[in-house]
């Protein structure tokens, strides 16, 4: 199938759903490079309308009947040089279907020369709406039958999950070295309106300039983000910041509760670790004590050490 601007098609050779992208000045940074929002929202985009054109349905079709699909973790990554305002990028994606309810996406950015510019990989979790507006993850009849006409497009090679391997940094090679953060400091951000999509719940694009805005710094080449639970325009967050060098773990709070995390690299470009996915996924418990009784350190493991800290 040929391709186009917002029309996506297939190529064989790359074995990919793709699409063409064209980046305005909004998407530019003044550190030359594409941002990791927009990036984001590139991604986003060509599955929203790759679903439209195979299956006929939008998401707002799909909020109809009382599904929605949630991105509740990424990683988005610029692994190239300076991008120009107004080049094109070439977007390729595979998805993934190992198990109810997620369905993961791949997604590489190519420059107009072919050259990779960013990748991507993108949790996403099919989920049912109660008439009380809350999600939940769909059963797996439900799913199969959602993503029945959607598995021809899957490429096995791409694969990297299963129904025994779903956890979001198996996907991700090791560093050989827990994360060793030396400063640590707290700062309020309040939600706003324009941080949430139609679902009235966090769109996922805007989390790296959430966290720009907390941390200041302003030149990310990498973010990991897990949304963990429903952020609504008005909440007030506590923002927890471990930092190291060029590297920060975020850790949101609403009240005692984790509500969104994230691990960003900023600076040079190198890639996501599997021990930085792991800070802010499955070692955020003993975090949070160290948060809300500061002084009881955890001890120190294969992702995380907090002993540098003064």
Same mark, same amino acid.
């Given at each position: 199938?040929?391709?186009?601007?917002?029309?996506?098609?297939?190529?064989?050779? %790359?074995?990919?759903?793709?699409?063409?992208?064209?980046?305005?000045?909004?998407?530019?940074?003044?550190?030359?490079?594409? %941002?990791?929002?927009?990036?984001?929202?590139?991604?986003? %985009?060509?599955?929203?309308?790759?679903?439209?054109?195979?299956?006929?349905?939008?998401?707002?079709?799909?909020?109809?009947?009382?599904?929605?699909?949630?991105?509740?973790?990424?990683?988005?990554?610029?692994?190239?040089?300076?991008?120009?305002?107004?080049?094109?990028?070439?977007?390729?994606?595979?998805?993934?279907?190992?198990?109810?309810?997620?369905?993961?996406?791949?997604?590489?950015?190519?420059?107009?020369?072919?050259?990779?510019?960013?990748?991507?990989?993108?949790?996403?979790?099919?989920? %049912?709406?109660?008439?009380?507006?809350?999600?939940?993850?769909?059963?797996?009849?439900?799913?199969?039958?959602?993503?029945?006409?959607?598995?021809?497009? *899957?490429?096995?090679?791409?694969?990297?999950?299963? #129904?025994?391997?779903?956890?979001?940094?198996?996907?991700?090679?090791?560093?050989?070295?827990?994360?060793?953060?030396?400063?640590? $400091?707290?700062?309020?951000?309040?939600? $706003?309106?324009?941080?949430?999509?139609?679902?009235?719940?966090?769109?996922?694009?805007?989390? #790296?300039?959430?966290?720009?805005?907390?941390?200041? $710094?302003?030149?990310?080449?990498?973010?990991?983000?897990?949304?963990?639970?429903? *952020?609504?325009?008005?909440?007030?967050?506590?923002?927890?910041?471990?930092?190291?060098?060029?590297?920060?773990?975020?850790?949101?709070?609403?009240?005692?509760?984790?509500?969104?995390?994230?691990?960003?690299?900023?600076?040079?470009?190198?890639?996501?670790?599997?021990?930085?996915? $792991?800070?802010?996924?499955?070692?955020?418990? #003993?975090?949070?004590?160290?948060?809300?009784?500061?002084?009881?350190?955890?001890?120190?493991?294969?992702?995380?050490?907090?002993?540098?800290?003064?």
């Amino acid at each position: 199938m040929p391709s186009g601007f917002e029309v996506p098609g297939f190529s064989r050779e %790359r074995c990919a759903i793709t699409m063409p992208v064209r980046v305005h000045c909004e998407d530019t940074t003044p550190y030359g490079h594409v %941002r990791l929002e927009s990036l984001t929202a590139f991604a986003e %985009r060509i599955r929203s309308v790759a679903l439209k054109q195979i299956m006929g349905v939008s998401l707002a079709d799909l909020r109809e009947m009382k599904l929605a699909i949630l991105a509740t973790e990424y990683v988005i990554e610029i692994t190239g040089q300076s991008f120009r305002v107004l080049d094109s990028l070439r977007i390729d994606t595979n998805p993934e279907f190992p198990a109810a309810p997620i369905f993961p996406w791949e997604t590489t950015m190519h420059s107009e020369d072919g050259q990779l510019y960013a990748q991507g990989r993108f949790g996403l979790n099919l989920c %049912r709406i109660s008439d009380a507006g809350t999600y939940s993850g769909i059963e797996e009849a439900g799913y199969r039958e959602f993503t029945d006409q959607l598995q021809k497009w *899957v490429n096995p090679d791409r694969c990297v999950f299963s #129904p025994t391997a779903l956890r979001f940094f198996n996907a991700y090679t090791t560093a050989g070295k827990p994360f060793k953060p030396t400063s640590y $400091r707290e700062v309020v951000y309040v939600v $706003r309106a324009s941080d949430c999509d139609m679902y009235n719940v966090l769109f996922q694009a805007r989390v #790296p300039s959430m966290m720009e805005s907390c941390s200041q $710094r302003y030149n990310p080449s990498a973010m990991y983000v897990n949304i963990r639970t429903s *952020v609504r325009p008005g909440d007030s967050l506590a923002v927890h910041l471990f930092s190291e060098d060029d590297t920060v773990l975020f850790l949101c709070l609403r009240g005692k509760e984790c509500v969104l995390s994230a691990f960003g690299i900023y600076g040079a470009t190198r890639p996501m670790f599997q021990e930085a996915v $792991r800070c802010a996924s499955v070692r955020i418990p #003993p975090l949070l004590k160290f948060c809300q009784q500061q002084g009881q350190r955890p001890t120190p493991n294969e992702d995380c050490d907090l002993l540098q800290l003064p």
